[in-house]
């Protein structure tokens, strides 16, 4: 296909696609799916080569929250019966984080609910990053509290926080269709916030809101534009108890085209598969590990994911090896380049989020709506609820964590 070489030499090269060839790509016949893997695979093999980075969620603050994020299973009124809990203490957020760091995590990712932190919140969330990184050399810490007030990055910088988290979500013009207590641009502005203060920035999506493949290819460029070092790529787990439980729009198929264009817009950039990995893309995880870099090791925030064991099995019967401490995850021309990636050569990257963070993101229009089509008539598949475990172990429990 000409549109998939295309896509190639400019992500070799960094070049943006155009939006009609973004669309494009998610307009793809189940035909054509393995060579759209095979494409986009090339680019990231060539970026990231077989690695894949293993990132570890800590929840230190459950449910509660006074916000309404449609898609978060902690929103203001949720029904969702996820464990609620508030702070956890330095030292137990630092025995969770040491939990994933030993099944193979270099990255531990810090996540409270809530609107954003108190300077109070800065504190405690600084003490644990000081407790993780004493006990854990070379691990890179990410922090996740929401929107940031001025100085709060700063601060976590100074406590050694590699990276700050907080996703787009989605497109700008359906943002306010998701969230009411908060806007889009509050989004930006924290990312930003993270930027300037010389964090990596981690910044992503949720896929399977009821979006259109626009708001999709919209949200993917705005990324492009805001430049984070890592791009989560949740897919909605529907909670029940939440005003999304319905919202069973997502196939494997369509996950992995969704994957592949952000690999081909984000060509050096970490992608992460987050929440939703095992509930949508089901056994078609190991193909999506040729579009991504990165995964979540174990549980999400609120949800439990498959064990950490068939995890590592999966990426070595697939022959991708788990990035190691000694190894920088973004190419040398992102780090120390203004990229958010920072001095120490370390980078970084998840608020929000299909059950991840915070909480879980022309010439082709014909194609697409075609595309459309053929999605819709798998949804008759029916929804996987089976596949919606919520977290019952782990932080917050006296349960073992799973990594
Ligand atoms: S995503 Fe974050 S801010 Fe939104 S409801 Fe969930 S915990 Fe609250």
């Known amino acids: 296909m000409d549109l998939l070489n295309t896509l190639v030499d400019k992500g070799l090269r960094r070049e943006t696609p155009t939006r009609g060839e973004a ?66 203490k330095p030292d137990q957020a ?3 984080a040491a939990a994933g760091l030993a099944g193979g995590a270099k990255r531990v990712c810090l996540v409270a609910s809530g609107r954003g932190p108190t300077d109070r919140d800065v504190d405690r969330v600084s003490d644990t990053i000081k407790a993780i990184k004493e006990q854990n050399e070379g691990v890179e810490v990410c922090a996740c509290l929401g929107l940031l007030s001025e100085g709060q990055a700063e601060r976590l910088r100074e406590a050694g926080a590699d990276a700050y988290n907080h996703n787009l979500n989605t497109s700008e013009s359906t943002y306010g269709d998701i969230t009411t207590t908060h806007t889009y641009a509050d989004r930006v502005d924290t990312v930003q916030k993270a930027h300037a203060a010389g964090l990596s920035a981690c910044s992503g999506l949720i896929a399977g809101m009821g979006e259109s493949d626009e708001d999709l ?11 984070p070092d890592s791009v989560p790529v949740n897919f909605l787990i529907p909670f029940e108890g939440t005003p999304l439980a319905k919202e069973w729009n997502l196939t494997p198929q369509r996950c992995l085209r969704i994957l592949a264009m952000v690999r081909f817009v984000c060509p050096d950039v970490e992608v992460r598969i987050a929440g939703g990995r095992e509930v949508h893309l089901r056994t078609m995880q190991p193909l999506a590990l040729h579009l991504a870099n990165s ?13 950490g ?24 021309h992102r780090v120390g380049g203004g990229c958010g990636a920072h001095e120490g050569g370390t980078v970084c990257g998840s608020h929000d989020g299909g059950g991840v963070c915070g909480s879980a993101s022309a010439d082709t229009d014909a ?36 990594a």
Request: charged share 30%.
């Open 217 to 227: 290819v919209d949200v993917v460029f705005s990324l492009r534009e805001l430049d």
């Open 23 to 88: 669309l494009a790509v998610l307009a793809t016949s189940d035909d054509d799916l393995l060579d759209v893997v095979a494409a986009a695979g090339k680019v990231r093999r060539h970026w990231f080569g077989r690695r894949v980075k293993l990132n570890y969620l800590v929840n230190l603050k459950s449910g509660l929250c006074p916000e309404d994020c449609s898609y978060c299973s902690q929103r203001l009124g949720s029904r969702a019966d996820i464990l609620k809990y508030t702070w956890l």
């Open 295 to 307: 995964v979540f090791l174990g549980d999400y925030l609120t949800s439990e994911g498959q064990a």
């Open 94 to 96: 630092s025995q969770a």
């Open 367 to 402: 194609e697409a709506g075609a595309g459309a089509v053929d999605e819709t008539v798998r949804q008759a598949d029916g929804p996987r609820t089976d596949l919606v475990a919520v977290r019952r172990r782990g932080a917050g429990t006296d349960l073992a964590p799973n």
């Open 309 to 332: 064991k068939a995890d590592l099995e999966m990426i070595a019967d697939a022959g991708f090896e788990v990035e190691g401490t000694d190894r920088v995850t973004l190419p040398e």
